[in-house]
């Protein structure tokens, strides 16, 4: 059963056991609002925080029926509504701060599971930067060596005599000129012309 019905409850609902959800909130205002209104339309001032006990007094309108319907629902938007809902928002708080706290314990497991694998990485770094150094000075020794055997051979006297002359009558044809349409003579001095 709604705990009071009249015009000014009607814009809430039956949530007490629902979720906390923001339109809630939007309805207890819209209640508060509206009994509130009723009441600074009585007593004739413009804001909510104007309502006072020294208002009342004179007023011819304002009877004890009045007083008592105002009382009534303003008592039921408070304990049917808003304090559930105040509730309903520490419940919140708290699991927020539940959240909060196991994100931050996650995090600190994530940060050590990173550092631990930096750890494992660098290990395996040095590991390969090791493998990686033997191995080129092995390869450099073999390199080497077969260098040196090849360079012997190829420095021999023999073959650096024969590449220089090679290299020289090379250059001496390159220095020979072909003049189309002149007769050639036996025994020619090219000197000479």
């Not at 395996?124 to 077969?146: D, R």
Request: charged share 35%; with cysteine.
């Amino acid at each position: 059963m709604f705990p009071l019905q009249n015009k000014h409850t009607e814009v809430l609902g039956a949530y007490c056991d629902e979720p906390f959800k923001g339109t809630f909130v939007d309805e207890v205002i819209g209640a508060r609002d509206s009994v509130f209104d009723e009441i600074r339309q009585e007593i004739g001032v413009d804001q909510f925080e104007e309502i006072r006990a020294e208002y009342f007094q004179g007023k011819r309108g304002i009877t004890k029926e009045k007083l008592i319907s105002w009382l009534e629902t303003v008592c039921c938007i408070l304990d049917n509504f808003a304090v559930p809902l105040l509730e309903k928002g520490v419940d919140l708080f708290d699991n927020v701060e539940k959240f909060k706290d196991e994100k931050i314990e996650d995090q600190k497991s994530i940060i050590e599971l990173q550092q631990k694998l930096i750890l494992k990485k660098e290990e395996e770094l040095i590991t390969v930067q090791t493998t990686v150094q033997n191995t080129v000075q092995a390869e450099m020794k073999t390199y080497s060596s077969v260098v040196s055997k090849s360079c012997n051979a190829a420095l021999a006297s023999k073959k650096i005599q024969a590449a220089v002359r090679k290299v020289a009558q090379k250059d001496d044809m390159s220095k020979n000129v072909i003049i189309y349409g002149v007769e050639e003579e036996k025994n020619e001095e090219i000197k000479d012309k």
